[in-house]
């Protein structure tokens, strides 16, 4: 059994430390082919790192590195030609100094091999002349990788004056991919977004944006067949020490930590991070969504009034699906970028896309982390989610609503925006917590039912109302029959009219019937 990466990026080392290597060369060998600028946008930890050292590796000629893998019955020349590496992870990037200082130190790691211009001062001249230093010793063309381009940007989400000065620099330096065009072979650009407004884009030739592309929609990430090919006996091992059958160790690893579309018919694949690790440690937890918290979502919220339940089945128009230069008005690509939303469907006809949480893993976590944000007290109180399942799990409505009134009072009011979406948006926080089926403005014959919870013996049906009676929301139920869908149902039923207060933040009363 070859060794499981985890966080391993260089290919040479997952080759040469004899870790397992799910075989992606002959996309590699693809691209490779093709004398194009690629932009190629994937979410965190989602393997861009390892796509670029493995373009590295192959057009830095090391043949032996590629022995058994798949391009190794493609390529016959394995030619070797400079290659220009540019990685933006390892910086913080806290101003404009920090960006050009870690653009210099790479750029002279370079200049090392190729030479230093003194007459260049500028970073974009010294790419500028590296380039053409490196084409002019060699007699090749230069391959140039930029690794997390957009790092600088999103470190500065929320501090819009510096982040403008941040784009005009890189705005110059990626300049130079359009001014050296001509000596560039082949360009590979990875990033967890795409700002539109960066020249990167608006530019440079012939940019092929692969994002989205069906052809190249697995280029990072595991998909179900490679699972089986490289990983069987490590499911086998994980199904063992969990006490369940291979099969069902298969299903819930597809439950976890699968979901992820890049295109409307691509294959299902796997977030790659989340799925060693659990291998590794044979056990079903959050690990991908452990490394990065989605602070962003929780600015957004601040300025925007969110609505939550938009986040299990929202459209998004195909030409903002790729750009979030505006995410303070709309954050759904960026969540779609960032991963914590993926497509779900497609209708051609009007070219928008209907997005949701891909797996069971997001669906949990981030729910949990806007909880934990709104109310900092929600781990250390009465109040955690496991006693909210309780109550409802042996039909004890009042003490759901009294603790939930409790809840309530503790809350952070820098989020609390819009009255009515913020008691919406706490309704399914909980629900989407306690891992029952619930519904939010479900659509009726005769008008919209608020929420519906199941459980194995009980169905829940929820009208709420702002600052109005209790017993109003519960007449709605009752005039508008939206218990009407369950009443063959062998369950017990209860119907319950809840009334919120805009003045206190709190649950003014609740009925029930």
């Known amino acids: 059994m070859k060794k499981i990466p985890i966080g391993i990026q260089a290919f040479s080392s997952l080759i ?5 290597y799910l075989d992606k060369t002959d996309i590699i060998y693809k691209i490779a082919q093709t004398k194009a600028c690629y932009f190629l946008s994937r979410p965190r930890r989602f393997g861009k790192s390892l796509t670029l050292s493995t373009l590295h590796e192959y057009f830095d000629g090391q043949k032996e590195l590629f022995a058994g893998l798949k391009i190794e019955k493609l390529e016959t020349k394995w030619e070797k030609y400079p290659v220009l590496h540019f990685d933006f992870n390892t910086s913080t990037y806290n101003s404009v100094k920090d960006l050009q200082s870690r653009i210099g130190y790479m750029l002279s790691q370079h200049e090392k091999i190729y030479g230093k211009d003194d007459a260049a001062k500028q970073n974009s001249e010294r790419f500028e002349s590296l380039v053409n230093a490196a084409v002019q010793q060699t007699g090749k063309h230069v391959v140039i990788l930029v690794d997390e381009y957009d790092k600088p940007l999103l470190n500065n989400l ?8 941040i784009r005009a ?25 795409k700002f539109s407004k960066v020249s990167l884009f608006s530019d440079v030739n012939n940019l092929k944006d692969i994002s989205n592309n069906l052809e190249y929609s697995t ?22 020490y969990n006490e369940i059958s291979k099969e069902e160790c298969y299903k819930e690893l597809k439950k976890w930590y699968e979901g992820y579309h890049f295109h409307p018919n691509a294959e299902d694949t796997y977030n790659p991070f989340g799925l060693m690790r659990a291998l590794d440690d044979k056990e079903f937890k959050e690990y991908w969504f452990e490394t990065g918290t989605p602070t ?9 009034d969110m609505n939550l339940c938009e986040l299990d089945s929202v459209e998004c128009e195909s030409d903002e699906l790729s750009k979030i230069d505006n995410f303070e008005d ?42 934990n944000f709104i109310y900092p007290k929600t781990r250390q109180s009465a109040f955690s989610v496991a006693n909210f399942a309780r109550d409802v799990i042996k039909g004890d409505i009042d003490g759901f609503m009294k603790r939930l009134s409790t809840l309530l009072a503790d809350s952070n009011y820098e989020i609390v925006g819009d009255a009515e979406k913020y008691f919406q ?45 209790a017993q109003e929301a519960l007449d709605q139920i009752n005039s508008k029959e939206y218990a009407l869908p369950f009443a063959a149902d062998g369950r017990t039923l209860y119907k319950v009219g809840v009334s919120f207060s805009s003045e206190t933040r709190k649950v003014a009363e609740w009925v029930k019937g």
């Open 16 to 20: 040469e430390g004899d870790f397992i």
């Open 158 to 165: 929320s501090n819009p004056d510096l982040q403008d000065k």
């Open 169 to 193: 620099e890189l705005k110059a330096f990626y300049g130079v991919l359009k001014t050296c065009d001509k000596h560039i072979k082949m360009a590979f650009i990875t990033g967890v977004t």
């Open 219 to 240: 280029i990072c990430g595991a998909t179900e067949k490679e699972i089986h090919e490289y990983l069987d006996c490590y499911v086998d091992a994980m199904a063992e």
């Open 296 to 304: 962003f979502l929780v600015e957004t919220m601040r300025n925007r």
């Open 330 to 371: 709309n954050p759904i690509p960026l969540l779609y970028q960032s991963g914590y939303l993926t497509i779900k469907g497609y209708d051609k006809l009007f070219d928008t896309y209907t997005l949701g949480m891909p797996n069971k893993e997001v669906g949990e976590a981030l729910p949990k982390f806007i909880l």
């Open 425 to 469: 948006n706490v309704f399914y926080l909980i629900f989407k917590l306690l891992g029952f089926y619930a519904e939010v403005e479900r659509n009726t014959s005769d008008g919209r039912m608020d929420a519906v919870v199941k459980t194995p013996q009980y169905i829940y049906v929820f009208e709420f109302k702002l600052d109005k009676p």
